[in-house]
């Protein structure tokens, strides 16, 4: 790098350069680690105690913790993580009590298969990374409470998830108190007779396994048979994703079964609605929201029934009751199970060709489509294609309202997991059935009518669909009639009527699906459940946690048969049978009893629902954490009316699987009383992506970005042309920059200026190592402002800045404090940049006041540096705990401009205003001042002439 050893160097052998830079870092990291800089004081019992805190408020700074990855970080990583240390800064130097610090998400997939592939234990490579990683990010001067960092794969976070987990597993949802209690409540009622035991009976009389049954169904942690993806050949269950089109495993090509297994689920759909209706006050990004909402998916409908000769009735959902009359068909998902019985031995007299698929009968027609339907996934079962399949059932339903029969379909457009699976069809207003209907030759009747006067053109019934601005009509009975009223009130009219006749009542369908909890994998958190010898499941008291993961020879999963679909999976832990079979005294009375222990793990999302919480109280071993602390960091307050993390900041690919499983899980833990606040975090925001170019050859296949030429605005590698697009950063494309190698280069206060001057935070943008020399240079003219680069010597002088250097100064602090405040960093750089030029420009020493306050002005972003000169400048205590500059406003109000009133081409008024003056304020103040006034003598005005705000000239009469 020429910039650090150029000949002028050595003239100037006290210029910030790398290996100043280097130096300065790596002392003043040590320092910090030393004396516990970035150590946040935890409340002790009462606030106003003397310890100073209730002077203070707090803020509680995160971010989305990682994952510790053998590649290491990229200098697309630490972006967020420079974020929120660059606000922690701000924060604690305008009296906040921050907490900050930065944990390991640690157990997960890759560890596993490379422990598969290797033979190495995943816990060992997983903490190499992770020291690796602490080794990165350290040389980036994060201020974190390294005291409260933890990792989830430590035992004595893991007990606590553990612990968690059998609270859930312990309480049910009471839907009139509406909020979770403990199951004990639950059986107390079930005994007194205050709650009928489901199937009646009493309480006492049932079986252990009966029961348990029963609780089962109220638990919040429950385990269930669900179906799954099962693929043999792999020796595993697979996700919808992970499955191709023709029902086969995207790795290795093996068939997928769908198989029914036993499996834990968490019951979040008890709280759809809390977590829909607590999003309104949270600060979160709109678009965030909206995912949740529409993941959530709550719709206002009916459930109606539609009788089948002797076969009961098929319940519908629908969000559109007002189009009832307009049902000329009925279709069953598939794997309906009413299938079965509805079908008739033969198709009925005069079935429509189109209709059997040409099968012989309903049996066949139905069988072969199961076939067919179970090959697809559920999204590509929804996906909006036009051609529409099925197969008719042979029977008909009768619509209730209008009395007509309808024929049922089945068909995979309509998925078993929504709703009840079963729908009636309104071709008229639904574009999937008029595409269903247009196939199969079905009839349509137009019930809503749009209002305006375009009509409605049958030949497309275009607007037909989800038309508000409408009116009923082709809608009565001999007792209700819908026609003339408009949607909402049509719906309204119906509903009351279906429930008056007990066909149907209103109802709010949810999308969101209960969490399937168990994988069956090794490295996870062990379940801490055990199985008597009914197979009744048992929780481990409290004294019997952490569960630890036990040591196993072989993490791989079993593989069988790739076409034998009758077996099962066989997970790692369940191979140990030392592990697995134990006599325990479980503490409830029934003595020591042999159990056979749960040998699935947890998923990979629980380490991560509940981390806030261990960081206000790492190292408590009687309690997840304390009530007070929680309270102090986490609670409730002025308008934050569900409490939680002041800030969090991460990637926006996390809007509703991490983050909805960790809404839920505080909410559990409140309802229980263990926790103040209901919301896990506050303020969420998502930084944007640091993106780099990818280069490729002709044959498309990346080329190390670090060998590439740029020629006349071409691109070659190795003397052949190559193609550059935008991408993401990694190993695979050829084109990581690691923050190892940017700060050894210039240093890592120089990254961090840089990573936050790019652009807003919340905006995706392309790396550019050339760009990043700027940043450098802004650091050395701040350095050289302070020091003599010959000398060394600080060059301050104790005399009062002028006027323009206080203009300029307060300004800076004003809108430097105001952009970090506001997390808009890059602009807060430019503010800096601008007063560090203009001190250079005004020439000579600065004033002490004034590089004291350029130095407090870029600490939360240069923290080295700015602790360099800080010192330099002759203070003992660290810049990291300084008060933030404030600005003397009147530095900051707009400078006046002298202003020239004219008479008729002559000067008779200088008026002093502001520069941002409108020409008719101009021309109101020129009009009364009294030299104009008295030049004027009294005679009419003509004309006035304003060029705000240098010039007025009048023109008398
Ligand atoms: C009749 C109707 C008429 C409908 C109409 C819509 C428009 P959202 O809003 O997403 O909740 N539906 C119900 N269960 C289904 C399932 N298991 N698979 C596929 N589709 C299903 O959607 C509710 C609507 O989706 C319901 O209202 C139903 O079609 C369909 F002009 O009923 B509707």
Known sequence: MSETNSAAEVAAPHRYTAAMAADIEARWQDFWDAEGTYEAPNPTGDLADGSGLAAKPKRFIMD?????????????????????????????????????????????????????????????????????????????????????????????????????????????????????????????????????????????????????????????????????????????????????????????????????????????????????????????????????????????????????????????????????????????????????????????????????????????????????????????????????????????????????????????????????????????????????????????????????????????????????????????????????????????????????????????????????????????????????????????????????????????????????????????????????????????????????????????????????????????????????????WMGPREGQPTGGVDLYVGGAEHAVLHLLYARFWSKVLHDLGHISSAEPFHKLYNQGMIQAFVYRDSRGIAVPAVEVEERDGAYYHAGEKVSRVLGKMGKSLKNAVTPDEICGEYGADTLRLYEMAMGPLDVSRPWDTRAVVGQYRLLQRLWRNVVDEETGEVTVVDTEPGEDTLRALHKAIDGVGQDMAGMRFNTAIAKITELNNHLTKAGGPLSRSVAERLVLLTAPLAPHVAEELWRRLGHTESVVHQDFPVADPAYVVDETVTCVVQIKGKVKARLEISPSITDEELEALALADGNVVAALGGAGIRKVIVRAPKLVNIVPA
């Not at 090794?522 to 630890?548: N, Q, T």
Request: with cysteine; hydrophobic share 40%.
């Open 64 to 632: 989305m913790f990682p994952y510790p990855s053998g590649a290491g970080l990229h200098v697309g990583h630490p972006l967020g993580y420079i974020a929120t240390d660059v606000y922690a800064r701000h924060q604690r130097m305008t009296g906040h009590n921050v907490l900050h610090t930065l944990g390991f998400d640690a157990f997960g997939l890759p560890a596993e298969q490379y422990a598969v592939q290797t033979g190495t234990h995943p816990r060992a490579s997983t903490e190499a990374n992770m020291e690796n990683m602490k080794v990165q990010l350290r040389r980036l001067g994060l201020g974190h409470d390294k005291r409260r960092s933890f990792a989830t794969i430590d035992a004595e976070y893991y007990k606590w998830t553990q612990w968690i987990f059998l609270q859930i597993f312990n309480s049910w949802y009471d839907t009139e108190a509406d909020k979770a209690r403990p199951i004990a409540d639950l059986v107390a009622q079930f005994e007194s007779g205050e709650r009928p035991v489901p199937g009646g009976g009493e309480w006492g009389a049932l079986s252990a396994a009966d029961r348990a049954d029963i609780l089962g169904q109220y638990r919040l942690a429950y385990a269930s048979d669900a179906p799954v993806n099962w693929a043999p050949g792999l020796g595993t269950v697979l996700a919808n994703e992970e499955v191709t089109a023709d029902g086969r495993s995207e790795r290795g090509n093996f068939p997928v079964f769908k198989a029914k297994l036993r499996q834990w689920n968490m019951r979040i759909t008890a709280y759809a609605d809390r977590l829909l209706n607590d999003l309104d006050g949270l600060d979160w990004p709109e678009a965030i929201k909206l995912q949740q909402r529409n993941w959530i998916g709550r719709s206002e409908g009916a459930r109606v029934d539609f009788p089948v000769d002797g076969a009961g009735d098929i319940t519908v959902f629908t969000t559109r009751q007002d189009t009832l009359f307009g049902a000329t068909y009925m279709v069953l998902a598939p794997e309906h199970e009413l299938v079965e019985r509805i079908i008739p031995a033969a198709w009925p007299e005069g079935t429509h060709p189109v209709w059997t698929g040409g099968h012989a009968n309903p049996a066949e027609a139905v069988t072969a489509y199961r076939k067919q339907a179970a090959a697809k996934s559920d999204v590509e079962r929804q996906a909006e294609a036009k051609d529409k399949t099925g197969v008719f059932t042979g029977a008909y339903a009768t619509n209730p309202v209008s009395g007509e029969k309808v024929p049922v379909f089945i068909a995979d457009y309509v998925l078993m997991g929504y709703g009840t699976g079963a729908i009636m069809a309104v071709p008229a207003h639904d574009a999937r059935d008029f595409a269903f209907a247009r196939a199969f030759e079905l009839p349509m009747r137009c019930v809503v009518e749009p209002s305006d006067d375009r009509g409605l053109d049958t030949s497309t019934w275009e607007d037909a669909f989800a038309s508000y601005e409408a009116k009923l009509v082709n809608s009565a009975n001999d007792e209700v009639s819908l026609d003339g009223l408009g949607v909402v009130d049509a719906k309204a009219r119906i509903t009351e009527w279906l429930q008056a006749h007990g066909v149907g009542e209103g109802t709010v369908n949810f999308r969101l699906r209960d969490w399937l909890f168990s994988r069956q994998r090794y490295w996870g958190e062990p379940f801490p459940i055990v199985y008597d010898e009914e197979g009744i499941a048992h929780a481990l008291p409290e004294s019997m946690l952490p569960l630890e993961l036990p040591e196993v020879e072989d993490y791989s999963p079993r593989t069988f048969d790739p076409e034998d679909a009758d077996t099962q999976p066989e997970t790692p832990l369940s191979r140990n049978a030392d592990w697995v079979n134990v006599t325990l005294d479980l503490g409830d009375g029934s003595g020591p009893r042999n159990y056979r222990r749960e040998t699935n793990t947890m998923p990979n999302w629980a380490g991560s629902c509940w981390y806030e919480l261990r960081y206000l109280d790492p190292h408590n071993d009687q309690r997840l954490v304390d009530p007070a602390i929680e309270q102090y």
